[in-house]
């Protein structure tokens, strides 16, 4: 436990006061349920020894051991995992590239679920390739992988358009060669989905079986068209109430575009900002590290991780482990939640489609095209980087197929 309890100090996890006490907890834990320590444990473990804490231990004790074990839980996964890198099965040789790949998506400042992506598909990649110099490698491994993909796995066409584009970034940044002519490949058939999309009524049936934090995040997502890892890291300073529009920031492909602050949810807004403005200044008397900042800019604007106006719009209620710094911090709320909520709601409503979160942003779409806006209005307001992918709207709109009357009804 004096390594846990080095690692917490060295990665500024809790106060020193604190510290002692989390290893205590660990510990004791341990003992409970009759495991040694550092064993792999389950969830049902921890909440049978927490269930048990409740017996005779406050709330913020109970809650402290909670954070303890889990701690605890990361910290054994982080150093046994691979010690010393023993286990470790990768080649040096792909290994020093692996770690070139990750150093220059952060530098070119690629979102952490963007890195996480690339780096399976590279992996993935690099055991199709068996035995192969990675230094070696040319445009035609490429070929065959993707051609793997398509025929032997029967990946839709996004799957093995997504692990083309990790694997060209890794082409052409890491090993800084050229791909060459792909048109050998086989490509795996596009199947052409009409997105799922609410009447009006509906969106308001499954609002109403929704609350608090969550129905403003599901109302923000209709009524601008966001998506939902837009939604969950909206800054207090993207909300424009004066001017009635969100600026989203770094959207899919990097972009930054304006939509539509719906009139109707601002005053919720209000109400919901004064009561994070709460946590906010409680993370500043606990001297708790600033929210995460998109690239450099923590280093190039010192304190603005700790200013209000960086601070999330929907923050998560615990701190979580950075997992890029290891630094103790508040992020923003999981979009999680929100995902579970909106189906359970859909259930409730009794609405007979596949709902979840994306067809909110459908619904949006859809139902300003049927009021009469224009497709280039709309492909701006959702951020689309070609008009064709707004069109799909118009096979599922009101106006579209569905204004064709029936035969059968004449």
Known sequence: MKKFVEYLQSVRMVSEKQRPYYAIWATNFYSYIGKDIGSPVHMDDINRYLNYLQKSKEDWQIKQAKNAISLYQYYIERTSSKPDGKNDDTPPAWKALEERMIQIMRLKHRSYRTEQTYMLWVKSFRHFLTGVDPNRLDGNHLINYLTHLAAEKGVAK?????????????????????????????????????????????????????????????????????????????????????????????????????????????????????????????DREQDIAGVSLPGALERKYRGASKSWEWYWVFPSGNLSIDPRTNIIRRHHAHQSGLQHAIKAAAHKAGIAKQVNVHTLRHSFATHLLESGYDIRTIQELLGHSNVQTTMIYTHVMNKGAMAVKSPIDG
Not at 181 to 193: C, D, I, Y
Not at 242 to 266: L, M, N, Q, W
């Open 158 to 282: 996004s799957t093995q358009d997504q692990a083309f584009n990790a694997l060209l970034f890794f082409y052409r940044h890491v090993l800084e060669k050229d791909v060459g002519e792909l048109g050998k490949s086989v490509r795996a058939q596009k199947k052409r989905n009409l997105p799922v999309v609410l009447t009006v009524q509906e969106v308001h049936r499954l609002f109403e079986h929704i609350q608090g934090t969550l129905l403003l995040m599901a109302k923000i997502i209709y009524g601008g068209g966001l998506r939902i890892s837009e939604c969950i890291r909206l800054r207090i300073k993207d909300l424009d109430f004066e001017r009635s529009s969100v600026v989203v920031r770094s959207g899919k492909g990097d972009k930054d575009r304006e939509t539509i602050f719906p009139e109707s949810t601002k005053d919720d807004f209000r109400y919901h900002i004064d009561r994070i403005r709460t946590l906010y200044e409680k």
